[in-house]
């Protein structure tokens, strides 16, 4: 397995991020392209060969590009967005964008129907392309994620597997949820948190929340999963000590289970 991180959550412009996840000893990070000077608009000609330079230049790769715009998937206009988002990521050599699609039930109503047929369109889209559409596990169980994947037809969504969601939100089981999303998980983060009410929850450092990171890891591991496993803080006075921690964290838990760091 590898590991990654979020850019965004060190709290610094693009290139001084990247320097220092190649100071962490991370292999690939993952950036926002939904806001600010790094949107799919804004990043063509010059702009995307300085990114492109700078990701060299630190000997790192993109594990995911985010391309969450805040709305939902019944949202109509957010079609047209997220693929030029998946073309540009794939001009940055990346072929995972991974976004919320919104809380997912097992109703057939106006609302999950215009989600699945959206999500339809960008999976046939991102499949056209050799690249992946990949929805956060966020507010549903992994069962009810599942059977909405199921019911697409379409290869080209699948999960960015995110456990503390699970803990935190859907109050599921992360490990159990693994197995149960298998065929669809395409990239990972490594989050941690606290379910601490109906509907609050606290997010912490790893290891220090709800998920057993020994079996999820290891679950992982088992189902032949082999990216990244990619650290999001995005709480705390001091990101950068966090994810430092969180890297160390990683490794530690990886050597432990026999797991080669790629």
Do not use: W
């Amino acid at each position: 397995m590898k590991i990654g991180l979020i850019s965004d959550s060190l709290r610094l412009g693009f290139a001084e991020s990247i320097k220092v996840a190649n100071q962490l000893g991370v292999t690939g990070v993952q950036k926002y392209m939904t806001f600010g000077d790094f949107t799919a608009d804004t990043l063509v000609g010059d702009k995307l060969k300085e990114v492109k330079d700078i990701m060299d230049s630190n000997g790192l790769i993109f594990s995911a590009i985010c391309g969450d715009f805040g709305v939902d998937l019944d949202d109509e206009y957010v079609v047209d967005d997220s693929k030029r988002v998946l073309e540009t990521a794939k001009e940055l050599g990346c072929n995972i964008v991974t976004t919320h699609i919104g809380h997912i039930t097992d109703t057939d109503d106006a609302r999950m129907e215009k989600i699945r047929k959206n999500a339809q369109e960008l999976a046939v889209f991102a499949d056209s392309i050799g690249s992946y559409f990949a929805a956060e596990t966020g507010t549903e169980k992994a069962v009810v994620m599942k059977s909405f994947l199921d019911s697409l037809g379409a290869k080209g969504l699948r999960v960015n597997y995110d456990p503390a969601n699970l803990v935190m939100v859907a109050g599921d089981d992360p490990v159990a949820g693994v197995y149960t999303l298998r065929d669809y998980i395409v990239h990972t983060h490594a989050k941690d948190g606290i379910k601490t009410g109906e509907k609050t929850f606290l997010e912490v450092p790893l290891g220090q929340g709800g998920v057993d990171f020994d079996k999820y890891i290891a679950a992982l591991n088992d189902i032949g999963y082999d990216g990244y496993l990619t650290i999001e803080r995005e709480v705390g006075d001091n990101p950068a000590a966090d994810i430092t921690m969180a890297v160390d964290f990683l490794k530690g838990k990886l050597n432990t289970l026999g797991i080669k760091l790629g």
